[in-house]
């Protein structure tokens, strides 16, 4: 067993913990923020009249602003179990690589956006790690 060290790192392991932080964050800006809220929030505008998208901004801005904290059919988001498959086409055509995956969300305006978004975000990190 390694003993443990309880000092205060020195100043050269400090400028490669920094180093090491540039490194990440550059490769975080180089893949950008690709993990599929922008295409959900993207697909709900283009159902629904009441939410809007500004993705210019990073990260991106929605009316409303708690908008993945919401169900689909939240009276501010105003999707119905009807215009659920609109939402899921609208979403494959955006996503086309987990356009299977996408299939799959349950057609159910009670559905929160945010676990929409968390099961887009796996699906597209799923595939990206199967075709490494």
């Not at 003993?3 to 490669?16: G, I, K, L």
């Not at 409303?64 to 609109?86: A, H, K």
């Amino acid at each position: 067993m390694a003993p443990v060290n309880n000092q205060p790192p020195d100043a050269q392991t400090q400028a490669h913990q920094q180093q090491l932080a540039q490194l990440i964050a550059a490769k975080n800006q180089a893949i950008g923020p690709d993990d599929g809220a922008l295409q959900v929030a993207l697909a709900i505008a283009g159902v629904s009249q009441l939410v809007t998208v500004d993705a210019s901004k990073i990260p991106l801005q929605s009316t409303p602003s708690n908008l993945f904290d919401l169900t689909f059919n939240n009276s501010n988001v105003g999707i119905s179990d009807n215009q659920m498959p609109t939402f899921k086409a609208n979403l494959s055509q955006l996503l086309p690589q987990i356009a299977n995956d996408i299939s799959q969300i349950p057609a159910n305006a009670a559905l929160t956006i945010g676990q929409v978004a968390e099961f887009v975000r796996v699906s597209l990190l799923a595939q990206s790690t199967a075709n490494h």
